[in-house]
């Protein structure tokens, strides 16, 4: 990094050295103009402003005020290897896909970034390395990791979600006419049974979140073309009912799953046995024979 920061610096000096020299010529050329019109009046010129033109011309032309091609191809190595391609912007959208998607999911984090970026794949996988190896030198770090974590977590309670939906649905041959379901005394009166199995099953096939999605599923279906109330829900109204209905799902969910735990212990509890009779030996009863 220090070397690249050097030959950066040797860089944007002769950037201003070229700068300069494009001043000078710029006024020399002027001056030669005037000298001309001097020459033409009669006057002598100052016979040094054309060489002077014409060495700041080949200086220019020459390549004088930039790096020279080992250093320029030294830079582009140390460019690669420190990522100094890399801008702001590329590295938000590379959180950005971390939250998305979680730090495992390589693929898709490189899929992200390289549609947002136009970056090379192979270059964002060492990006990727390259971050988990030395993400705590940087100093916002414990902000990052927290997003990071956020987006984790949120991506396994979907996955939570979705694997309630799935067995509910899974436990009936035919979810959108036989399923029941569990409110806990909780239902409300705002709902029917009917149009909360529809919610369920408009769950799980386009998947929780697909609040707006559903809400035109809803607009659509026949069965409730006369139901108003139902047709009129605005997507936020559908999410707020989703979400009650997965908390009656996932309650339902546990208690079936303990009862079949209970279930288990019970069969594998073995049942207690009678204890036999107990049984005279021959010694005893010799011995009340003789005592008669």
């Not at 971050?131 to 990071?148: C, G, M, N, S, T």
């Not at 974590?149 to 036989?178: N, Q, T, Y």
């Not at 769950?203 to 139901?227: K, N, P, S, T």
Request: charged letters at 40%; proline letters at 3%.
């Amino acid at each position: 990094r220090e070397r690249l920061e050097e030959i950066q610096g040797q860089e944007f000096e002769l950037a201003d050295e070229r700068s300069r020299a494009a001043q000078m010529l710029k006024e020399l050329r002027k001056k030669e103009s005037r000298e001309r019109r001097a020459l033409a009046a009669g006057q002598i010129p100052d016979e040094g402003t054309k060489e002077k033109i014409e060495e700041l011309e080949a200086d220019l032309e020459e390549g004088k005020f930039e790096l020279p091609d080992e250093l320029k191809a030294e830079k582009q190595q140390l460019v690669e290897a420190s990522f100094g391609h890399w801008t702001k912007k590329d590295f938000k959208a590379f959180v950005a896909a971390m939250e998305r998607h979680g730090r495992e999911d390589v693929d898709a984090i490189v899929r992200d970034v390289t549609l947002e970026t136009g970056k090379a794949e192979d270059d964002i996988a060492r990006y990727y390395r390259t971050f988990w190896e030395r993400y705590e030198e940087l100093p916002e770090h414990p902000k990052l990791l927290e997003r990071i974590e956020k987006g984790e977590r949120r991506i396994a309670r979907m996955k939570s979600i979705r694997a309630a939906l799935e067995a509910k649905v899974g436990r009936h041959p035919d979810p959108w006419r036989l399923m029941t379901l569990d409110y806990n005394g909780g239902k409300g009166k705002m709902y029917t049974l009917e149009e909360d199995v529809f919610l369920i099953n408009m769950m799980h096939r386009h998947g929780y979140g697909e609040w707006e999605r559903i809400r035109l599923e809803v607009r659509r279906a026949w069965q409730f073309r006369f139901d108003w109330y139902f047709k009129s829900r605005s997507a936020p109204e559908i999410q707020r009912r989703c979400e009650q209905l997965v908390r009656f799902i996932e309650k339902e969910n546990e208690e079936i799953e303990s009862a079949k735990g209970r279930g288990k212990k019970r069969k594998q509890t073995p049942k207690a046995s009678a204890s036999p009779a107990p049984t005279e030996t021959k010694g005893r009863g010799k011995k009340r024979k003789s005592t008669a």
